[in-house]
């Protein structure tokens, strides 16, 4: 059992290590202000939906991003008209077209002059819009250069190179195709943040309740130990007895310091290998963490107690008991089939079960004993999340945060230690997430105001728990709204989280005179003087 113990725990470290603290869906507008702007070329870098229809018939849609200058296009596709698309002669559009536009599209290749030109020689010829086929995979911002003619009444909107290649084939067989161009605006709130707030919420409730019951357990197994005048429990202090991990303040700085180099490990070797690397490990977490909950949880039932409590021991893992080996084939091939069938739309839900169960675990395993410790965690990782979501743009050029959270140049939706669900009214679809450092760190203190609360016998609104849970909800609520504010641009989680959460922790304990014992010592005092847990520095 000590090391099936142990194996967790390493587990929950390495995971810990590679969350991320931010929520988003994807930016829609970039208000680039490192890209040159101007009077009549200031216009948003907007993403820009190409709807295709081939001989009448509806086709791929494609994502394009919309121009510095030239005309805004309807956000609702029911207003968007189609038209027809015309391949430019010349085809980089240099030059005034060989054959006659009258309202056309008109798709020309980037290169040979500037933007700014191509979109005058096209309106000039009768175009309604113009699409530039970009010479890589990436799209790429189109701005205004110095001196241009920027009185241009037509949209400009860039393709990615596949993406006009595709169209440029439909073209050359004769057919004929029609385009239709908008920008539809994300909604203000999707159902699908709601399902995460509450997701994120519920697994607090549970890796809490679960803690302050061992706890409470552990403590009325003490108490019996005492009147029975016996010296068992002197004996029984570290993790493999306890079952259970205290962070001192050392530990939680290193937390931050080594979290940080392992993300600009992360940042820096990011690719689809790499990713593959972090599957596995979220995957031997998950496992661990599933069956964990299983076993707890089946354990509760008479008919599964004897299998619980009956153990056989297998080499390097130890003591096992029975109920864990009959549940974890069923948890590795959970895992397994998660792992590779994770690309299909309903993924997410198995990702999901397998985070949820792991960081349950984490917050029965993992202990703050004491508010300073607690202080000194959150507040470390409330400047670990600002400076790698908005102090690294100034050095990297970019937010490493989001970079790895979103899996950039990898292929893949994110990194995988994300809860996420997908945004199930949004016309641009992806996904609302939370990284696990979001759930986990400020779970951790919620959790001890609970155990804090069994142990002192408080009732429920004299106690601290409600609130601490109360103050969590209300930060994450405030992050959603912010990050709807800002259009979709990810946002550090615990910059809100953690004021709240702390804040109202501190306020309260300072208020009802329980500020002392729960900075210094964590739990109430009891009758026997030697019971009392020692201070972790």
Not at 26 to 31: K, M, S, T, Y
Not at 132 to 153: G, P
Not at 410 to 429: A, H, N, S, Y
Not at 445 to 464: I, P, Q
Request: aromatic fraction near 10%; include cysteine.
């Amino acid at each position: 059992m000590d090391m099936h113990m142990d194996r967790a725990i390493c587990i929950v470290f390495v995971v810990l290590l590679s969350c991320s603290g931010f929520g988003s869906a994807g930016d829609i507008v970039h208000d680039d202000n490192l890209a040159p702007s101007s009077p009549g070329c200031d216009n948003k870098f907007v993403l820009i939906k190409v709807s295709t229809r081939v001989n009448g018939v509806p086709k791929s849609e494609f994502v394009g991003v919309g121009a510095r200058f030239g005309r805004s296009l309807e956000s609702k596709e029911k207003h968007a008209n189609h038209s027809t698309l015309a391949l430019a002669d010349p085809p980089d559009c240099c030059a005034a077209p060989k054959n006659k536009l009258v309202g056309e599209i008109i798709l020309v290749h980037r290169g040979n002059c500037s933007f700014t030109t191509k979109a005058n020689v096209a309106e000039e010829a009768g175009a309604s819009a113009i699409l530039i086929i970009n010479n890589q995979t990436e799209l790429f911002k189109m701005v205004c250069e110095a001196n241009a003619d920027v009185n241009i009444s037509i949209p400009a909107v860039m393709l990615p190179q596949d993406a006009g290649e595709i169209l440029e084939d439909f073209l050359e067989k004769n057919s004929n195709v029609s385009v239709a161009l908008y920008s539809p605006k994300r909604p203000p709130v999707d159902i699908a943040e709601v399902f995460l707030w509450l997701m994120a919420v519920g697994t607090i409730l549970c890796g809490s309740f679960w803690s302050a019951w061992t706890a409470r357990e552990a403590a009325i197994e003490q108490d019996k130990l005492l009147k029975d005048a016996s010296e068992e429990y002197l004996q029984t202090e570290g993790v493999g007895a306890s079952g259970f991990v205290d962070i001192n303040t050392m530990s939680a700085v290193l937390f931050v310091v080594i979290a940080s180099c392992f993300l600009v490990m992360l940042y820096k070797l990011m690719s689809a290998r790499f990713i593959e690397v972090l599957v596995v490990l979220f995957c031997i977490g998950g496992v661990e963490g599933l069956q964990t909950c299983l076993v707890a949880l089946l354990s509760c039932f008479r008919w599964f107690q004897h299998a619980g409590e009956s153990y056989v021991k297998v080499p390097f893992f130890g003591a096992v008991s029975y109920l864990t080996l009959a549940i974890c084939p069923f948890c590795i091939t959970f895992a397994v089939l998660w792992a590779n069938f994770r690309h299909i739309s309903f993924a997410w839900i198995g990702q999901d079960i397998l985070g949820i169960a792991l960081i349950i675990t984490v917050l029965q395993i993992v202990r703050v004993p004491n508010l300073k410790v607690g202080t000194v965690l959150l507040g470390c990782a409330f400047l670990y999340d600002i400076f790698w979501v908005f102090v690294s743009k100034w050095w990297f050029k970019e937010s490493v945060m989001i970079v790895v959270a979103r899996g950039d140049k990898t292929g893949e939706d994110g990194i995988p230690m994300l809860l996420k669900i997908p945004r199930m009214f949004d016309p641009w679809g992806g996904y609302s997430v939370i990284g696990f450092g979001d759930i986990i760190l400020p779970g951790l203190l919620v959790a001890f105001s609970l155990r804090y609360d069994w142990l002192a016998k408080k009732k429920l609104r004299s106690g601290y728990f409600v609130w601490a849970m109360t103050a969590y909800g209300l930060g994450l609520l405030i992050t959603y709204v912010a990050l709807n504010m800002m259009d979709g641009h990810g946002q550090p989680a615990l910059l809100y989280i953690v004021p709240f959460t702390l804040g109202t922790f501190l306020t309260l304990g300072k208020k009802r005179g329980d500020l002392q014992v729960l900075w210094t010592r964590g739990e109430p005092g009891r009758h026997c003087p030697h019971v009392q847990l020692q201070p972790v520095q």
